[in-house]
């Protein structure tokens, strides 16, 4: 898969990656997956988004070739690659920040390497590819249990680990009410997973219907769609006893679609990180003292974020990108135990060969596109 400017994307014959440094690996991948936050690339609102890259940062494969000092993992491993591209020796690794890596991105201090994700996040090609290559072989990629299958692991690579670390944001006590802002895939695993940690009841708000049932059947949430009430804020209020919610997950961030303002300043001044739309919502629905986790995608912003009320409100406020494999293990757990199915929410499996079509149906939010995963192309 290969950018060629917004809303562009092809399938191209590229040179098959190699190892530069001993520590590589060159993975051939299985499956992949496209992300809503593929979006803001497709859309052109990503800075520093280069023609040519290969997007991609949820993918499995097995590895066809290592450099000499790997030692964790060997040719013919299936291994499953976190999202994060992660040194594991820094200060920040060394904490368990991975997605604040200091040593695998020169283009910026707050977050670390993204597989597929423009050069603002390292300029790493993805693994929407046949092959693709994994630095810090011996750091990232990881065994897949051997009773998990391709569809499950590729999306703990991203989705459902995110989602899980969003509801871990939110320091859900036993009992809470949570709100999810957002029925994509992290919403909808964020919304299930709050259940694992005790919540209450489980809130889920989003504008598209068939995605609201979604949210019903598998994360067994009460859904409103907040194209249906004025102020969805006021709706909140008024099913919370006049309270608001104890918890607050945004699973939006920066609207993907975007709307004129942005699309100027994003793809033609590089400015604009989205609107906080769904931020404000969350600061606005959360009861005083409440928590607010975000864990949706956002670049530099210039929109108004109601700083100022979340204070008053003494709002305790938690974010960051995902250290996917810290959530491994007891992901790994609920998985074998039943708890969780990821592959549920997969409603396309596209072959690579049609990866322009499959953004167009994520991107349109047709035929009911939830998840779509990407398959190697029939020989």
């Keep these: 898969m290969v950018y060629r400017g917004p809303y562009r994307v092809r399938v191209e014959e590229k040179d098959r990656p190699v190892i530069e440094h001993p520590n590589d690996a060159i993975v051939r991948v299985t499956r992949a997956a496209i992300c809503g936050s593929d979006l803001h690339l497709y859309h052109g609102m990503m800075p520093d988004t280069r023609v040519g890259m290969t997007f991609g940062h949820e993918f499995v494969g097995v590895v066809d070739e290592v450099g000499p000092s790997v030692r964790n993992v060997k040719r013919g491993d299936r291994v499953m690659v976190p999202f994060n591209v992660y040194c594991g020796s820094c200060f920040f690794c060394a904490r368990g920040l991975f997605s604040n890596c200091h040593n695998v991105n020169p283009n910026a201090t707050a977050v670390g390497g993204i597989y597929g994700y423009s050069h603002t996040c390292g300029g790493y090609d993805g693994g929407q590819s046949e092959y693709v290559r994994v630095p810090f072989a011996d750091v990232g990629p990881s065994l897949i249990p051997e009773w998990m299958d391709d569809d499950d692991a590729v999306l703990l690579t991203d989705a459902l680990a995110t989602g899980y670390f969003g509801a871990q944001l939110g320091d859900i006590v036993e009992g809470d009410v949570v709100v999810v802002f957002g029925a994509g895939p992290v919403g909808l695993y964020a919304a299930k997973s709050a259940w694992l940690m005790g919540a209450g009841r489980v809130i889920v708000i989003d504008h598209l219907d068939y995605r609201l049932e979604k949210a019903a059947s598998f994360a067994h949430a009460e859904t409103y769609n907040f194209a249906e009430y004025d102020d969805i804020v006021v709706h909140m209020k008024k099913i919370t006893d006049h309270l608001g919610a104890d918890v607050a997950i945004d699973a ?128």
Aim: net charge positive.
């Design 252 to 379: 939006v961030g920066a609207e993907a679609d975007g709307n004129l303002l942005q699309h100027v300043t994003a793809t033609k001044l590089k400015l604009q990180g989205g609107s906080p739309i769904a931020l404000n919502w969350a600061i606005d629905s959360v009861r005083k003292g409440g928590t607010i986790s975000v864990m949706g995608a956002y670049g530099p912003m210039f929109s108004a974020v109601k700083f100022g009320d979340a204070m008053n409100k003494g709002l305790t406020l938690r974010m960051n990108q995902c250290p996917v494999k810290r959530q491994w293990p007891r992901l790994f757990e609920h998985v074998r135990n039943g708890y969780l199915k990821p592959s549920d929410i997969v409603t396309h499996r596209i072959p690579l060969e049609h990866v322009a079509e499959a953004y167009h149906i994520f991107s349109a939010k047709l035929d009911g596109c939830i998840k779509p995963l990407i398959v190697p192309s029939a020989a």
